[in-house]
């Protein structure tokens, strides 16, 4: 994405292997998106996520296999939100949404222990999920209280994540923890 301005105070994650390529932006914002991916509904699950959850992403992305340009983008998606997380945010979000007959819950932990309970009508979707939280380091859990259409259960399912992710992100000024802030260093041994 030659010619765009960094967004402020934002964060960029690259991803290159020999399958797929992605470059995504990342800021707290308004939730505006720029996406492509060559996947039409994952723009469109992207661009709700960012719009729900109050973060600006400007996204590319290029691959051989839908597969693995959806992991990949799971992947650089999930670490890019890790990226901006500030330290005393509220960690914690919990949102159900409500898609013509689809109805689908989404609990979250920003607290860095990466951990997926799903499942979503999805394989591939479903993965997105599980890659997404591995990589922002999540506990994310998904449910699925009704709906037969996959549309709207997949659509539900980030929008309700998108949500959840703006209130887990709510600056508290205080760490929520009971261990305090966690640090964790990684040195060169001599």
Same mark, same amino acid.
């Given at each position: 994405?030659?010619?765009?301005?960094?967004?402020?105070?934002?964060?960029?994650?690259?991803?290159?292997?020999?399958?797929?390529?992605?470059?995504?932006?990342?800021?707290?914002?308004?939730?505006?998106?720029?996406?492509?991916?060559?996947?039409?509904?994952?723009?469109?699950?992207?661009?709700?996520?960012?719009?729900?959850?109050?973060?600006?992403?400007?996204?590319?992305?290029?691959?051989?296999?839908?597969?693995?340009?959806?992991?990949?983008?799971? =992947? @650089?998606?999930? +670490?890019?939100? $890790?990226?901006? &997380?500030?330290?005393?945010? !509220?960690?914690?979000?919990?949102?159900?949404?409500?898609?013509?007959?689809?109805?689908?819950?989404?609990?979250?932990?920003?607290?860095?222990?990466?951990?997926?309970?799903g499942p979503l009508p999805s394989t591939l979707y479903d993965h997105w999920m599980r890659s997404f939280s591995d990589n922002a380091k999540a506990t994310?859990?998904?449910?699925?209280?009704?709906?037969?259409?996959?549309?709207? =259960? @997949?659509?539900? +399912?980030?929008? $309700?994540?998108? &949500?959840?992710?703006?209130? !887990?992100?709510?600056?508290?000024?205080?760490?929520?923890s009971t261990k305090g802030g966690v640090a964790l260093r990684v040195e060169e041994s001599r």
């Amino acid at each position: 994405m030659t010619g765009v301005s960094p967004m402020k105070n934002g964060r960029i994650v690259v991803r290159e292997t020999t399958e797929t390529t992605i470059r995504c932006e990342i800021a707290r914002g308004t939730g505006v998106a720029t996406v492509s991916t060559t996947m039409p509904f994952l723009d469109h699950m992207l661009v709700a996520f960012a719009r729900y959850s109050g973060l600006d992403l400007s996204l590319s992305a290029t691959g051989d296999l839908p597969h693995h340009l959806l992991e990949d983008v799971a =992947i @650089v998606v999930g +670490a890019a939100v $890790a990226s901006v &997380l500030p330290a005393t945010a !509220a960690r914690y979000g919990d949102r159900t949404i409500p898609m013509d007959d689809a109805l689908v819950h989404c609990a979250l932990d920003l607290g860095g222990r990466p951990f997926y309970e799903g499942p979503l009508p999805s394989t591939l979707y479903d993965h997105w999920m599980r890659s997404f939280s591995d990589n922002a380091k999540a506990t994310l859990h998904i449910r699925v209280l009704r709906g037969t259409d996959r549309h709207h =259960i @997949v659509e539900a +399912a980030f929008k $309700a994540l998108g &949500l959840a992710v703006r209130d !887990a992100f709510v600056d508290t000024g205080a760490v929520f923890s009971t261990k305090g802030g966690v640090a964790l260093r990684v040195e060169e041994s001599r």
